[in-house]
C-alpha cells in the first residue's frame, strides 16, 4: 500500500513557477515504482502530465508541458516533485499525485494510487 500527500499548490501569475511536492510513504524500505503527475480543470476528464520512474529515473511529459515542466524524484527523502515553469491559464487545475507498480497502467491513466490533489491557479 501507498500513501501519497501532495503540497505546493497555490495563485500565481501567468508566466510564474511553481513547484509541487509528493510525500509517499510505503511499507517497502524503498519503493520501486512509476509516479505520475495528472491534472484536472472543472468540467473537464483528468489527463496525464508526467511520469517517472523511480528506479532509474526515465520521464515521459504530455505534449502541453514538455519543456515547462521537469518532473524529478528524491528516493532519499520519499518526495516526487513537479517543477512547472511558464505557467500558463490553461494549466489551471488540481493536480494530482499517483503511483502504480505498472509503467504502463500509469501511461494508462489508469493508476492505482492517488493522492488528494492540490489546486494550481493561474492568473493573467
Known amino acids: 500500500q501507498v500513501q501519497l500527500v501532495e503540497s505546493g499548490g497555490g495563485l500565481v501569475q501567468a508566466g510564474d513557477s511553481l513547484r509541487l511536492s509528493c510525500t509517499y510513504s510505503?511499507?517497502?524500505?524503498?519503493?520501486?515504482?512509476?509516479m505520475a503527475w495528472f491534472r484536472q480543470a472543472p468540467g473537464t476528464d483528468r489527463e496525464f502530465v508526467a511520469a517517472?520512474?523511480?528506479?532509474?529515473?526515465?520521464?515521459n511529459y504530455a505534449d502541453s508541458v514538455r519543456g515547462r515542466f521537469t518532473i524529478s524524484r528524491d528516493i532519499t527523502k520519499y518526495t516526487m516533485y513537479l517543477q512547472m515553469n511558464a505557467l500558463k491559464s490553461e494549466d489551471q487545475a488540481v493536480y494530482y499525485c499517483?503511483?502504480?507498480?505498472?509503467?504502463?497502467?500509469?501511461?494508462?491513466?489508469?493508476?492505482?494510487?492517488w493522492g488528494q490533489g492540490t489546486q494550481v491557479t493561474v492568473s493573467s
Open positions: 499517483a503511483a502504480d507498480e505498472s509503467y504502463h497502467t500509469v501511461i494508462a491513466g489508469a493508476p492505482h494510487y
Open positions: 510505503t511499507r517497502l524500505s524503498t519503493p520501486m515504482y512509476t
Open positions: 517517472v520512474l523511480m528506479s532509474g529515473g526515465s520521464t
